[in-house]
Each structure stands twice: as C-alpha cells, then as structure tokens.
C-alpha cells in the first residue's frame, strides 16, 4: 500500500505493478547503447495490460529499481496519448503513448527522468524495448565537456533536370521530429537547418520525385575529438536504376 497527499487530499493506492514490464533475455548492441543511459536494460512490455493501467488512471511501474505510482489526469484515447503525474508531485511529470502494439513512456522525476522505447527488435515474436535512466547532473557534466552536435542533412542535385524530394526523420523512440518537402533545380544544393539533438540513431525515410523510396539512418552524438554526429548527404544523379547516392560522414 502507498498512500501519498496531493493538494491536501489524501490519495492511497493498493495497486502494485502487475507485470506490465519484464526483462527481456536480450542483449542491447554496444554501438547501440547511448552516452545518456546511465542505467538501462533490455525490457518487453505487456502494451495492453499497460493501457488497461492508463485508463484505469492509477497504477504502479518499476522502472528499474524504482517503484513509481503513476496517476492519469489527462488521456486521448483515440490518439492512445496520456499524461499524468508520479509520486503524488505534479511536477513529477509522466507521458505515455500507447498504440495497438507499441507504446512508449516518459516519467520526470527533476533530478533523473525514465523512458521506455522500442528499439525495432524482436524476440521470440514480442517487440524490445529499452528502459534507461538519465541522471541530469551527470548530463549536465557530459553537455559542459561534449555539447552534442545536431543532426543535419545536405541535398545536391548533379542531374540536368530538377526534381523533387521528400524527407521524413524519425527519432529514437521512432517519433516523426521533421517532415519537408523540396523542389530543386539541377546544380542546386540544400542544407537543412538543425533538427535534433536527441543522442541516438535517426532514421530517414525519402521519397524522390513520388517513385523512388529510401530509407537511411544517422546517428547523433556528443561533439568530440574523434567522434560526431553523423551527416547524410544526398546527391541527386542521372541514373535511371539508381537516381540518388548517398553518403554518411562525421558532421
């Protein structure tokens, strides 16, 4: 039983985490691991016990060895969108999206935030997701001696005929963070203006001239001695089977 007062009320809540997050036997890839999971695991979630929680507007997650009581004070079910607080603190604040198989989480508690997001994987036909932790004052530390560097993108058109060209970047938790469309001349090149600093894999998905689909990833990072964010380059050329080359380099 966890009993916590919020605006002079008292609010008691007899229900514990029932399973909704477990550990996954699955290892998460070196290269995949990001410099601001200062604790993280391999995790599967029950997405429809956890959308049962959200409606209900009161239940508890471990989110690593942290037992959170989660309340709900806002929901668009069509949308699969909540928000609410943890803890009984309405500053603690706590997101959530839940779709019909995959959903994400998001709880700040100020001094350290969780979230939950798929990472494309599966195991033994259910989705992997990871759980990590980020402590701010060690992200501050990181963002003082290796502020990261954003994700950008640069088009160039080396065909005689103009074209145009759609681009669409998801982040991480395979949130769609930009969406544009272009038109350019032959000779033309277009640089993108700053669009992430979320640290993490990035995926592109272009669409040249309404026929020809591309999908490509780049991954964002701290500004380093040796190490940056990755920058793709699409170059538009007059080559009927393979119209666009593209190149990845360190930004």
Known sequence: ??????SGLLYTNFSPENKIINDADYMIAEEDVQANWDEYKAVTVDVDRLRES??????SLMLLDEDVNIMIFKSDKTEGY???????????EAEFYCGDNLCSCYVDFGTHF???????????NETIYVLYMTDYEKEK???DKYPIDPLTFEISNE??????????????????IFSENYSISPDEIIVSPDISEVLGRHRYVVILDDDHRFEEFATVARAAELVSSEKLYFNIVNNSESPMDVAVAIA
């Open 1 to 6: 039983m966890v009993i916590f007062a919020v």
């Open 54 to 59: 959200l409606d209900s507007g009161n239940f």
């Open 82 to 92: 909540y928000r609410g607080y943890a803890n009984g603190v309405a500053a603690n």
């Open 114 to 124: 969780y979230q939950i997001s798929p990472t494309g994987d599966t195991a033994g």
């Open 141 to 143: 530390q990181r963002h």
């Open 159 to 176: 065909d005689s005929l103009g074209h145009n060209i759609s681009i669409e970047i998801f982040d991480p938790s395979n949130s769609l």
